[in-house]
């Protein structure tokens, strides 16, 4: 059965700095581009970041480059996101996703985690 799951969501000041965690299970991650996307409340879900299968390519939202930082170890099939500098508009449930195509493509991603949610305080 395939499984992605999320943690490491919280409660932050603006400035602080969470790591987000997506345990992979089920299929063989290497083989899959894996990203990370958020949704806060009463918007859309928006693309956060990226990284390609061999971990070498990484591709941010304008919104987050600069302050988020996404890796992967295939060894442990986990995915994580290094969030620093937060801003009460980084709020939301934060997914992580695998995609069979280009990582770059962020409309490819087609299976998701159930969400994990952060909040930063001003």
Known sequence: QVKLV????????????????CAASGRTFST??????RQAQG??????????????????????KGRFTVSRDNAKN???????????????????AESRGAYDDYTGYDYWGQGTQVTVSS
């Open 6 to 21: 999320e943690s490491g969501g919280g409660l932050v000041q603006t400035g602080g700095s969470l790591r987000l965690s």
């Open 32 to 37: 899959y581009a894996t990203g990370w996307f």
């Open 43 to 64: 918007k859309e879900r928006e693309f956060v970041a990226a990284i390609s299968r061999s971990g070498q390519g990484t591709y941010y939202a304008t919104s987050v």
């Open 78 to 96: 986990k995915l994580c996101l290094q969030m620093n500098s937060l801003k009460p508009e980084d709020t939301a449930v934060y997914y992580c």
